[in-house]
């Protein structure tokens, strides 16, 4: 069983640009989170997707956007970086069935921003 | 109401011993409470897990203690290795729903 992957490991961008980071999820799995973990800080939730639609939305501005695809891979997408952006940018899977909660993190992608 | 506290911000402990984090909540709406440990340059890994319906939960040399009246949940480490040093987080979150994380415990375990 595969677990959950994330593409690229590390990103170096400049003010102003655009940023796509990719996740596949686990194995069986329909639901992916993305989280923003600053450094020295815990990861700060900045949303999710369930069978492709958004299903819930932290403290982000809307240059923060995302997709889910039919085979529940994501993505995540950020316009207009600013300094700030720079972090550890995190993908969770879980399998949203019943009473199931537990979410499992992939490696991340580290973003700079310069 | 969607802070989880986390405390104390780093801890050393002598291999053998026992390290205690704990965290506090203030949402009674949580009911999934999941540690989570983190080594440097990876993802978090799921540690240990509890609902409010249990006081506590035991895996291995890992304990979570949960006082649903306080708000309140903590990790014990039994016999701490090394190998155990690590950022540890704790976390609270609802059925199928985002998790909000503490701010960390940066674990150093001496040999």
């Known amino acids: 069983e595969t677990g959950v992957t994330q593409s690229p490991t590390h990103l170096i961008k400049t003010r102003g640009q655009q940023v796509t980071l990719r996740c596949s999820s686990q194995s069986g799995h329909n639901t992916v989170s993305w989280y923003q973990q600053a450094l020295g800080q815990g990861p700060q939730f900045i949303f999710q997707?369930?069978?492709?639609?958004?299903?819930g939305r932290g403290n982000f501005p809307p240059r923060f956007s995302g997709l889910q695809f039919p085979n529940y891979s994501s993505e995540l997408n950020v316009n207009a970086l600013e300094l700030d952006d720079s972090a550890l940018y995190l993908c969770a899977s879980s399998p949203r069935q019943g009473t199931i909660y537990e979410q499992y993190f992939g490696p991340g992608t580290r973003l700079t921003v310069t | 109401q969607q802070q989880v506290k986390q405390s104390p911000q780093s801890l050393i402990v002598q291999k053998g011993g026992i390290s205690i984090i704990n965290c506090a909540y203030e949402?009674?709406?949580?009911?999934?409470f999941p540690w989570y440990q983190q080594f440097p340059g990876k993802g978090p890994a799921l540690l240990i897990a509890i609902r409010p319906d249990v006081s506590e939960k035991k895996e291995g040399r890992f304990t979570i203690s949960f006082n649903k009246s306080a708000k309140q949940f903590s990790l014990h480490i039994m016999d701490s290795q090394p190998g155990d040093s690590a950022t540890y987080f704790c976390?609270?979150?609802?059925?199928?729903?985002?998790?909000?994380f503490g701010e960390g415990t940066q674990l150093t375990v001496n040999p």
């Open positions: 997707y369930y069978r492709e639609e958004e299903n």
């Open positions: 976390a609270a979150g609802t059925l199928g729903s985002r998790l909000t």
């Open positions: 949402n009674t709406a949580f009911d999934y």
